[in-house]
Structure formats: C-alpha cells, structure tokens
T-cell receptor, first 114, second 113 residues
Framework: DQQVKQNSPSLSVQEGRISILNCDYT??????FLWYKKYPAEGPTFLIS?????DKNEDGRFTVFLNKSAKHLSLHIVPSQPGDSAVYFC?????????????FGPGTSLSVIP | NAGVTQTPKFQVLKTGQSMTLQCAQD?????MSWYRQDPGMGLRLIHY???????DQGEVPNGYNVSRSTTEDFPLRLLSAAPSQTSVYFC????????????FGEGSRLTVL
C-alpha cells in the first residue's frame, strides 16, 4: 500500500497556464514534504519543500500548498513553461533529515505544450 | 563541480552474473544511499550509509550488498543478478544534519536477461 500517492500519472498544460500537481499521503507521521523534478536520462533534482508548520511555501513560479487535515499537498507552477516538462515526484518524511525514511510517490509526468 | 557520479550508465547482465554499480560524490556528504526506480513505484530505498564504515538496509535490500570505506564512495553490488533487478538505479547523497534535500546522480540503467 503506497504511503505517498500521485494519482495522475500524466498531465498536459498549455504554455502560460497554471500546472497543478497533486499528492496525497496516508501516514500522519510525515512532517516534511518535498518535490523533485526529473528530466529523461537525468537524476531527480530538488525543487521545493515545505514543513508541516506551514501551509504554503513559494519559490518563484513554484508554490507548494499543504493541507494537513486532508493529508494533501499540491505543487502549482505559474506560468508553465515548456522547460517545465518533466516527471515530478512528491516525497514525504517524518523529519527534515530523516533521509532513510523518505517515501517517494510514483511521479506525475507533466507536458507543457507551446 | 561533479556532484554525484554514477558508473556505468547502462549495463546488460545475464541471470546469475555479478556486477558493481559505482557511486562517488565530491561534496563531502556524510549520507549516501541507493534507490531503484520502477514504473509506477516511485523511488525505493535499497541501502544507505551515514558515514564511512556504517551501512544499513532500506526498503528493498535483498540481492544487494554495499560497503562504505571512504566518505566519497558507495558502491552497490549485485551478487547474482535476477530479472527482477532490471531497473534504473540512482545514488543520492546529502549532509546529515542540514539541507533536507537529496542530491542524485544521473542514474544507471540495468537490464538482466
């Protein structure tokens, strides 16, 4: 049973519009959440994170929202650009530095259409 | 700045063969780990290390061995390859007490026939 779920395997968005990637988790012990971005033939790279004491964290065009009561987080990309086309992994951990306890979701493949 | 370097990038093995995936990082990270990525499964932790001489098992350790003799290197050994080990393998590292994010290598695609 997956503890971190990304129910949309793929998403297509027009350039300039908003991309919303969703992630649900089941373990209430998770306290730190991250998004990683992965291009083909490359390793994942860290994008943005959020601690459970916050409900929003913003970095440029990327914003992550956390709803702890619903065990749900989302990544918003505004405006979407073709270079954002990649696989996005949601990840959750009980602590910021509990690297061995990080659980990754299966990923969502985002295509931004020019 | 090399970061995390994995070799080889591609490998084809026959069932029962052994091989070692190499991982080296030049960021002086204490924490190093190996993941495998399979379709629909996300990244799953195989083994990890919090420093030279210290290793531990992750979620899917069976069929794999690791050792950490230096801070920089963390090789992953497949002792007797099986088709179920066909996957993409990623090495990742980080500082133990800060950062919170993992730095990944480019991956090694392994096919076991």
């Amino acid at each position: 049973d997956q503890q971190v779920k990304q129910n949309s395997p793929s998403l297509s968005v027009q350039e300039g519009r908003i991309s919303i990637l969703n992630c649900d988790y089941t373990n209430s012990m998770f306290d730190y959440f991250l998004w990683y971005k992965k291009y083909p033939a490359e390793g994942p790279t860290f994008l943005i994170s959020i601690s459970s004491i916050k409900d929003k964290n913003e970095d440029g065009r990327f914003t992550v929202f956390l709803n702890k009561s619903a065990k749900h987080l989302s990544l918003h990309i505004v405006p979407s650009q073709p270079g954002d086309s990649a696989v996005y992994f949601c990840a959750a951990s009980p602590l910021k530095t509990s690297y061995d306890k990080v659980i990754f979701g299966p990923g969502t493949s985002l295509s931004v259409i020019p | 700045n090399a970061g995390v370097t994995q070799t080889p990038k591609f490998q084809v093995l026959k069932t029962g063969q052994s091989m070692t995936l190499q991982c080296a990082q030049d960021m002086n990270h204490e924490y190093m780990s190996w993941y495998r990525q399979d379709p629909g499964m996300g990244l799953r932790l195989i083994h990890y290390s919090v420093g030279a001489g210290i290793t531990d098992q992750g979620e899917v350790p069976n069929g794999y061995n690791v050792s950490r003799s230096t801070t920089e290197d963390f090789p992953l050994r497949l002792l007797s390859a099986a088709p179920s080990q066909t996957s993409v393998y990623f090495c990742a590292s980080s500082f133990l007490l800060t950062t919170g994010e993992l730095f990944f290598g480019e991956g090694s695609r392994l096919t076991v026939l």
